[in-house]
């Protein structure tokens, strides 16, 4: 997980960068379509196995649509319109949006600590972010939250399928219900292929999408919804470190206060409660007598 979070950290800056060369939608397209693409082409090289049934089919393309079309144009547009660093932070507000339907869908219990924390650490992210500016992309940067939120809770029903190839077709759907969007509402795409841009686009693609998510779904699968999404808090404070580090996005004198807050609220989050420590095997020498045991 904290090679995930660096990796979409680093994302919010390489999409800073290739918007200088591409049009919005049309980049976020060529987003999920590289980073699709080269899934399938590594399925199809190991012979993985393809999802079976109209059923599986539909789920990927309604994932494909909320997490590779709605998710990655919100998540640009959010960018381009508001400061790196808030715009990294708004739409990683996943661990908030995420606790109710995890409790009413699988059924997974908060404890108080939990709750708390997740409300402190997103607190801390606001800190940061605030003095930079919301702009005209905090909104968009919410539903990108909103949609990836949506489509962590599609995945974990997608269980038992081969999650290289789920991930591959669900970003080429995506990638292609992105592109046609964008072709309705920025028109034939205007790209400047640098070596900047290809590199950037490489990047973003291949290690920021298709690794991570990889990565992130195939933890969906095992992992508290409430817990894993509590590493993405990790996401916005490299954004807003490597904005401050290359894009010379200085930030407020808040920001110490505010990446404290949000480590110290990761480690309330993941540190196990008592009730989840195993206990210690007794040796033989203390091993309770029948008196004791009755």
């Known amino acids: 997980m904290l090679l995930v979070t660096a990796a979409w950290g680093s994302c919010f800056v390489a999409i800073e960068w290739g918007l200088r ?19 399938l082409l590594l399925a199809a090289a190991q012979r993985r196995p393809a999802p079976p049934g109209l059923r599986a089919w539909g789920q990927i393309t309604l994932l494909g649509l909320v997490n590779g079309t709605i998710a990655f144009a ?3 547009v959010g960018v381009a319109g508001a400061a790196t660093g808030t715009a990294a932070v708004l739409a990683n507000a996943q661990p908030l949006l995420i606790v109710l339907p995890a409790w009413w869908l699988y059924g997974e219990a908060l404890s108080r600590r939990t709750v708390i924390a ?13 003095p930079g500016g919301g702009g005209d992309g905090a909104l968009m940067s919410l539903t990108a939250a909103t949609a990836i939120t949506a489509g962590t809770l599609l995945s974990r029903r997608l269980g038992g399928l081969d999650v290289i190839v789920v991930t591959g077709w669900h970003f080429v759907i995506g990638g292609v ?42 933890e969906v699968q095992r992992a508290r919804l409430d817990l894993l999404s509590a590493w993405t808090f990790l996401t916005p404070v490299v954004g807003i470190a490597l904005a401050a580090l290359l894009l010379r996005e200085r930030p407020d004198g ?20 008592p009730s989840h420590v195993q206990p210690v095997p007794l040796d033989h020498t203390d091993a309770p007598s029948e008196v004791e045991k009755r």
Do not use: K
Not at 21 to 39: E, H, K, Q, S, T
Not at 118 to 130: D, P, S, T
Not at 254 to 273: E, K
């Open 21 to 39: 060369d591409a049009p919005v939608l049309w980049f976020a397209a060529l987003r999920g379509l590289v980073a699709g693409i080269a899934l």
């Open 177 to 218: 219900a992105g592109a046609v969007l964008a072709a309705v509402v920025e028109g034939a795409p205007v790209i400047a292929w640098t070596p900047r841009f290809v590199v950037v686009l490489a990047f973003l693609s291949l290690v920021g999408t298709a690794a991570a998510f990889v990565v992130w779904f195939t």
């Open 118 to 130: 997740l409300v402190v650490g997103f607190a801390g992210l606001v800190l940061v972010a605030v």
């Open 254 to 273: 808040w920001t110490a206060v505010g990446l404290f807050t949000v480590l110290v609220a990761l480690g309330a989050i993941l540190r196990p409660s």
């Open 74 to 76: 919100a998540m640009f």
